[in-house]
């Protein structure tokens, strides 16, 4: 008997890797973490000015989160006892995890997928089965099928971080009745990508459709997200699982406001995905680099053995984009946020400057 399990632990969990967050230097242009910079700063000055008038801190915010799920429901068209809400979505994706999986539970994932879930993989020993994208930034479905055999779920962003791809919507509704467990689609980015499945929830009942104020509503900074699935399970996630007050005050009232601007929001989507193509096809014009498709707010794009010099070059003139690296076959990949027309513009001139 050891008196040291304690400081065992420690030890063991001290080399572990845990999730890396990015390293932004001191650049001025951040187009490093996918935010969403359309809306305006304005947008969330005027949402946490509502929320601040709608809030008594002293209290605990009972009945909000009830109230943020009738916000949601009728955003996203679906039953209040449909949704979960959480602590941005990372805190659901976790709870998700620490309690329904464990080191037998195969998980199906893409290679690369979301970086946080496959630390919180790592945490709790869960092993993965990986399908890697292809040198055209696809994903296989036929390979993914082959594998599901042997997984007990299956995770996919959708679309995918980081490569912007999404599945055709007919193959996905495939993979999903098909399998024997539960099926998370993350739509951090679904309001950027062709379709949204939080509907198929009413008849699917492996899905768990996951979403966040993060990336759609550019509210990152207040850390709250949801989850959509059949009420059996989300009465057992808001009753059992989920912490009895995951969403602050602030958070809930900012989004219950944002709910009601979700035309701005879509506005906004718009604009992301009219300078997508315009970004897309200006750097396409290089011929160093090799730029894939994406239904996200971002875009991936080789740039070969010349992908950490120009990511350096580019902080140095205060822009930062993320570096990847390897994707598959791909060796230098970089990822930059699809931001304003002027910060995408300043991005496009810095590139351009240093093909010359
Ligand atoms: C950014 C992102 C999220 C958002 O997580 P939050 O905790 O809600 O901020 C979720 N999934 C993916 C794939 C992401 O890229």
Not at 80 to 102: E, K, T, Y
Not at 259 to 277: G, H, P, W
Request: proline share 4%.
């Amino acid at each position: 008997m050891s008196d040291d399990w304690f400081e065992d632990s420690v030890r063991r969990y001290s080399k572990m890797a845990g999730y890396v967050k990015p390293d932004s230097g001191d650049g001025d242009l951040r187009l490093d973490s996918n935010e969403n910079l359309v809306i305006p700063r304005r947008f969330s000055m005027e949402m946490l000015s509502a929320a601040r008038r709608a809030t008594d801190a002293r209290r605990y915010p009972l009945g909000g989160t009830e109230r943020l799920t009738a916000s949601l429901s009728r955003y996203l068209r679906v039953r209040p006892g449909m949704i979960g809400v959480g602590n941005g979505s990372d805190q659901i994706l976790d709870l998700i995890l620490s309690n329904f999986a464990s080191r037998k539970t195969r998980v199906l994932v893409s290679e690369p997928t979301f970086g946080f879930f496959e630390a919180r993989c790592r945490l709790y020993g869960i092993p993965l089965l990986r399908v890697p994208f292809s040198a055209g930034m696809e994903l296989d479905m036929t390979r993914l099928t082959d594998l599901s055999g042997r997984a007990r779920m299956i995770y996919l962003d959708s679309p995918n971080n980081p490569t912007g791809f999404q599945f055709p919507k007919r193959d996905l509704r495939h993979l999903i009745e098909e399998f024997d467990g539960p099926v998370i689609i993350d739509e951090a980015y679904g309001i950027f990508g062709d379709y949204s499945v939080a509907s198929w929830t009413r008849r699917l009942e492996n899905l768990i459709v996951v979403g966040t104020f993060s990336k759609s509503f550019g509210l990152a900074g207040l850390r709250a997200g949801y989850c959509v699935a059949r009420e059996e399970f989300i009465d057992v996630f808001n009753r059992v699982i989920q912490h009895p007050y995951p969403v602050n005050s602030i958070a809930i009232e900012a989004c219950i406001a944002a709910l009601e601007k979700a035309d701005q929001i879509q506005t906004a989507a718009d604009t992301v995905r009219a300078e997508r193509s315009r970004m897309i096809e200006t750097l396409r014009g290089y011929d160093t680099f090799e730029v894939f498709d994406s239904k996200a707010n971002f875009i991936l794009f080789d740039a070969g053995g010349a992908y950490r010099r120009i990511h350096t070059a580019l902080l140095e003139q205060g822009i930062s984009v993320r570096l990847i690296g390897r994707v598959g076959p791909r060796e230098g990949c970089l990822r930059v946020t699809v931001g304003t027309q002027e910060m995408n513009s300043r991005f496009l001139l810095a590139v351009r400057d240093l093909l010359q």
